[in-house]
C-alpha cells in the first residue's frame, strides 16, 4: 500500500495561534509526544523569528532522534544560516522555505516582480543546498497563485536542489476539486517533478482543510501537513488526528498508510489542548468530548445491541477506553510514575517529584484523580525556575462592599512584596493586584474557566490571554479554588513574559556573537 508522510507543524504553524505561546519545556513535551505518535517530520519552529524560538528549535533538534525536524526560514540568506545553527545537530535535519507566488503577495506584500521571486526562490535553494540535503520548498499562496507561473517556478527550485515541494492554501480559499486539479496540473506541465516529493499544506478558513487534504490524498501526493486538533493561524489548520483517523477507517477507499499510530490519538489531542491553552470543542469530530457520545433514545438502543450501528469510530481505535490505571488517596508513586507512563510524558526525576507532592495534595481534596487532573498538574508545575511566587491570597467579597485583594509574592530575585487593589469583581481586584505587584502595563484579552472534570470536587481550570508590555501571552492555573486558580492564571502569565523576555535578552548576545543574525 502506497505510503503517505505525515508533517507536522503545531510547534510552528499551530503555535502562531494568537495567544499561544509554549515554554521550551512545553514545547519539548509536545515534540516527545509527536515522536509517539509516529509522525515523521515536525516543524519546530521559525528559528529566525526570536531567539527563543531559535533556542527551542535548536533543542528539539538535538533531543528528537527518530523524526526528521524541520524549521521554517524565509528566502532570505540570514534566515537560511540560522535554521542551519538551529537544525544541524538534528538527526534529519530539513529546511523549510518559503515565498509568496500569488499575484496578490508579490505585487502587496513582496514588491517584487514575478521574475524576481522566481530569481529569490532559486538563489535562496541553492544557498541552502551548501547545508542541507532534505529541502521543502513551498510557493505561499498557492492555491491564489497563476498555475502557469507556479508550474515554472517549481520546476526551477527543484534544479536548484529542493528536495519537497509544497503546495499551500494559505489562506484557505481553495475547493476539494480545484485542489486536485491544481495538483494534476503540476503533475503534468513540471517536467522534473517525479524527482521530489509533492506535499500539501491546507488552512481551514472555509472548513475544508481536512477535505482538500484528503483530495490531495486522493490525486497523489506524498506527504501532507497539518496541525493536532487543526490549531493555527485564523480558523487554523488541517486536523491531523482527523486525516490520520479517516484514512484508517476509510482505508478501503484511500488506499494509502502512514505511520501514525492512532492509540495515541486522544493523548496527544489533549496535551496539545492543555499545553496550549486551546480549548477543544466538544463536537469536534474524532477528539471532542461529545464524540462518543450516543444522546438520542433510537441511537442508544441501536449501540446497546450492535455498537457499529451508529459508532464508526471505535474509543479504544483512538485510545479513550486505555485509562486503565485510576489514581486516588492510596495511589504510591509506582503508580503515579506508571500513570504518567500511560499518559506518554517524560519528565525528569525532579519534575515527577514536585509533580508526586502536588498529587498528594490534590488526593486531599478529591477522591479520584483522573488522567485530565494528572494533565492539568503537569501544565500547572511545568515551569520551575525563577519567577513570581505566591506567599499568599486574600480576597474579600460581599455583595454589598468592593471586592479586596491582598497579595504577598516573592519576586524572581527573591525579594518579597505586596500590595491590594480593588476592583468590580474579585477577579478583576486580583488581577489588578497582580498588575501593580509587578509593576507592568497588562490588559487583559481574555478569560476562561472550565472544570477538568464533572462532580463538586473538581478542580478549576482558569485560562487567561494578556498583553504585557509589548507581549501577548498566556496563562493556566488549576486550583479547587476558582479565585486562586485565577490568581494562578495572571501569575504564570507574568512569569511566561518574565521568561520568554529573559531568553530573548541572554540568547541575542550568543546568537549575535555567532555572527548569524548579522548578514
Ligand atoms: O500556510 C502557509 O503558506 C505556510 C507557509 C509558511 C508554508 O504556513
Ligand atoms: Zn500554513
Redesign the pocket.
Known amino acids: 500500500m502506497r505510503r503517505v508522510e505525515i508533517f507536522d507543524?503545531t510547534l510552528r504553524?499551530g503555535e502562531q495561534s494568537a495567544g499561544v505561546n509554549l515554554h521550551l519545556h512545553e514545547k519539548l513535551e509536545i515534540a516527545y509526544a509527536l515522536e509517539q505518535y509516529g509522525v515523521d517530520i515536525m516543524e519546530a519552529g521559525f528559528p529566525a523569528s526570536s531567539p527563543a524560538e531559535f533556542q527551542a528549535v535548536k533543542r528539539i533538534a538535538k533531543e528528537i532522534r527518530n523524526v526528521s525536524v524541520a524549521g521554517?526560514a524565509r528566502s532570505v540568506e540570514k534566515d537560511i544560516d540560522q535554521a542551519w545553527e538551529a537544525l544541524k545537530e538534528a538527526s534529519n535535519p530539513r529546511i523549510?522555505i518559503?515565498i509568496a507566488t500569488s499575484p496578490i503577495h508579490m505585487e502587496y506584500k513582496l514588491r517584487m516582480k514575478p521574475e524576481e521571486v522566481v530569481e529569490n526562490a532559486v538563489r535562496s535553494v541553492r544557498y541552502a543546498s551548501r547545508f542541507f540535503s532534505n529541502i521543502e520548498w513551498?510557493a505561499?499562496?498557492a492555491t491564489r497563485s497563476e498555475w502557469d507561473f507556479l508550474a515554472k517556478i517549481i520546476t526551477q527550485v527543484i534544479d536548484a536542489g529542493a528536495t519537497v515541494i509544497?503546495i499551500?492554501d494559505?489562506v484557505g480559499y481553495t475547493q476539494p476539486q480545484e485542489y486536485v486539479g491544481l495538483i494534476q496540473y503540476l503533475k503534468e506541465h513540471v517536467p522534473n517533478l517525479y524527482r521530489v516529493k509533492l506535499s500539501a499544506?491546507c488552512?481551514d478558513d472555509l472548513g475544508l482543510a481536512v477535505a482538500n487534504t484528503l483530495a490531495a490524498i486522493q490525486s497523489g501526493v506524498d506527504q501532507i501537513e497539518g496541525t493536532i486538533n487543526g490549531i493555527g493561524?485564523r480558523a487554523g489548520n488541517a486536523s491531523l488526528e482527523e486525516i490520520g483517523v479517516a484514512l484508517k477507517v476509510r482505508q478501503d477507499h484511500y488506499q494509502v498508510e502512514t505511520g501514525l499510530r492512532i492509540d495515541q490519538t486522544i493523548r496527544i489531542s489533549k496535551l496539545v489542548s492543555k499545553l496550549t491553552g486551546m480549548p477543544v470543542p466538544p463536537n469536534k469530530a474524532v477528539v471532542g468530548a461529545n464524540a462518543f457520545a450516543h444522546e438520542s433514545g433510537i441511537h442508544q438502543d441501536g449501540v446497546l445491541k450492535n455498537t457499529l450501528t451508529y459508532e464508526i469510530i471505535s474509543p479504544e481505535m483512538v485510545g479513550l477506553s486505555s485509562n486503565k490505571l485510576v489514581l486516588g488517596k492510596h495511589s504510591g508513586s509506582h503508580a503515579f510514575r506508571e500513570k504518567l507512563t500511560e499518559l506518554g510524558l517524560k519528565l525528569k526525576e525532579e519534575d515527577i517529584l514536585r509533580l508526586f507532592s502536588a498529587f498528594k495534595e490534590l488526593t486531599g481534596k478529591k477522591k479520584e484523580i483522573t488522567d485530565d487532573d494528572i494533565l492539568a498538574l503537569v501544565v500547572e508545575n511545568a515551569n520551575p525556575g525563577q519567577k513570581y511566587e505566591f506567599n499568599f491570597l486574600q480576597v474579600s467579597y460581599g455583595s454589598n462592599m468592593i471586592p479586596t485583594t491582598t497579595i504577598g509574592m516573592t519576586t524572581p530575585l527573591g525579594e518579597f512584596k505586596q500590595e491590594s487593589a480593588t476592583g468590580k469583581g474579585s477577579v478583576e481586584s486580583i488581577f489588578n493586584a497582580i498588575a501593580k505587584l509587578v509593576d507592568e502595563k497588562i490588559e487583559l484579552l481574555d478569560y476562561r474557566i472550565q472544570s477538568t472534570t464533572g462532580g463538586e470536587d473538581s478542580l478549576a481550570e482558569v485560562y487567561v490571554k494578556a498583553k504585557i508590555g509589548s507581549m501577548t501571552t498566556s496563562g493556566r492555573g488549576v486550583d479547587n479554588d476558582v479565585l486562586y486558580a485565577s490568581a494562578k492564571a495572571f501569575a504564570d502569565a507574568v512569569n511566561r513574559a518574565y521568561m520568554k523576555r529573559k531568553i530573548d535578552e541572554e540568547n541575542s548576545e550568543t546568537v549575535q556573537d555567532k555572527g548569524v543574525i548579522a548578514h
Do not use: K, Q, Y
Open positions: 507543524t504553524d521554517l523549510h518559503f513551498s505561499e499562496d509544497n499551500p494559505t499544506h488552512h493561524e
